[in-house]
């Protein structure tokens, strides 16, 4: 790191990552920001790929169940979202008493949390997505 703050930190850390005890499971979205010091210690790590078109609908049905087959294959191709994206949406919608009536929730507010709840992902304004890297240490 060019910052001495910050590879202050990293060394701090990494020493305790070298002294834990123990079973480190962590996850990032942002693996290319992570100091590579920091991955060679991993004894395993894996790639989790954004969900495909076929899982984003099923989720889209399964948390919204009114929703036109149409309306979810839609709202699917058009925003690339993981599950916890999908959670923030619905949980901004129950905040903002849009998702009490099914009847009142529309096509365009669930299309319209959606693509909020995704934005700054990877630095992405809008829908998006990256790969999620988990890393194990033991």
Do not use: Y
């Amino acid at each position: 790191s060019d910052h001495p703050t910050e590879t202050n930190i990293i060394a701090i850390l990494l020493q305790e990552i070298e002294a834990f005890d123990g079973i480190l499971v962590a996850t990032t979205n942002h693996a290319r920001n992570i100091d590579p010091a920091f991955f060679r210690r991993f004894l395993f790590t894996m790639n989790v790929p954004v969900p495909d078109l076929a899982i984003r609908f099923e989720l889209l049905k399964r948390t919204f169940p009114f929703l036109a087959d149409a309306e979810a294959q839609s709202i699917a191709q058009e925003v690339r979202f993981a599950p916890a994206h999908l959670e923030r949406a619905v949980r901004q919608m129950q905040l903002l008493g849009e998702s009490k009536s099914p009847e009142r929730l529309r096509l365009d507010i669930i299309r319209q949390r959606l693509v909020m709840a995704c934005r700054g992902w990877n630095g992405v304004d809008g829908p998006g997505g990256v790969e999620q890297t988990m890393g194990f240490i033991k």
